[in-house]
């Protein structure tokens, strides 16, 4: 069941929540300004820190098992539809006409292919859950990077993974709530079985690339530690993720980018 929490960064994660983060512990703001106007969001396979100053995820984290992946390809993608987060104060969160005109997809940060229910798979598809990519970014190499971790998921049997964005300042935004345009966004993955920490960071733009950093790397650029209980030497350490995967909508949004947009915003 879903739940709602108000969460600062200093305070506890509830116990609800804390499945997801690794070793039992969820992502913590080293950067103390990041934790203002926040609310921590249980949902059935994922948990959300969501800003009500960004009106988006500052952080989401999830724990990939080979079984869950298994009844998420069994049931498919049957969600098709954004939505805004009832649990949200309308002053607070992204509404569907904050991404309308704009040039902006909206960009899951917990992605609905790895979704084990149909419940989980609608709750991911709420705006709490999203920030804006552009088409080249969401539907290019991020979707690249979503199927590189799901296969590693699937080949060593679990990760923990942690998703969010990075805003710059000033801070570009979308719509009438002012939603925050990241310049970036990133996915940062524990494997348990190998004792390994390593993170995507991918650039927000046109032209957009992706980077392997470290942990430690990763938490100093975004103020988010998300994987606080490890060590050092693992912090300061990328693994070798391995490299994203081609994405099926690039070319299409290559080709005809006015038809990829209009289906990736139904």
């Known amino acids: 069941m879903s739940a709602l929490f108000w969460a600062t960064a200093s305070q506890a994660a509830p116990a609800g929540c804390a499945e997801f983060g690794g070793d039992g512990q969820l992502p913590v703001l080293t950067n103390e300004a990041l934790g203002q106007q926040t609310v921590l969001l249980c949902n059935d396979a994922f948990a959300v820190l969501h800003s009500g100053i960004s009106h988006g995820p500052l952080w989401t984290a999830e724990h990939l098992t080979e079984e869950d992946l298994e009844r998420s390809m069994q049931i498919g993608r049957v969600v098709r539809f954004f939505h805004a987060d009832?649990?949200?104060?309308f002053e607070d969160r992204a509404e569907l006409s904050d991404y309308r005109a704009s040039d902006y997809d909206r960009g899951h940060m917990a992605c609905s292919g790895d979704e084990p229910s149909r419940r989980a798979q609608e709750q991911s598809f709420a705006l709490s859950n999203v920030v804006?990519?552009?088409?080249?970014l969401n539907e290019g190499?991020?979707?690249g990077v979503e199927m590189a971790v799901r296969g590693l998921a699937r080949r060593e049997g679990e990760l923990y993974v942690v998703t969010g964005p990075v805003f710059s300042a000033p801070r570009k935004t979308i719509g009438w709530h002012r939603i925050s345009v990241p310049w970036a966004t990133w996915k940062a993955v524990y494997d348990p079985a190998e004792d390994a920490?390593?993170?995507y960071f991918c650039l927000n733009n046109a032209q957009p690339t992706?980077?392997?950093i470290s942990i430690g790397a990763l938490t100093q650029a975004t103020g988010?530690?998300?994987f606080p209980s490890l060590p050092d030497d693992i912090r300061q350490t990328a693994m070798a993720l391995p490299h994203p995967r081609q994405s099926p909508y690039a070319v299409r949004?290559?080709?005809d980018p006015e038809r990829a947009t209009a289906e990736a915003r139904p």
């Open 132 to 136: 804006p990519q552009t088409p080249e």
């Open 210 to 212: 992706c980077t392997i």
């Open 141 to 143: 190499i991020w979707t």
């Open 86 to 89: 009832p649990r949200l104060s």
């Open 224 to 226: 988010v530690d998300p």
């Open 197 to 199: 920490a390593g993170a």
């Open 253 to 255: 949004t290559q080709a």
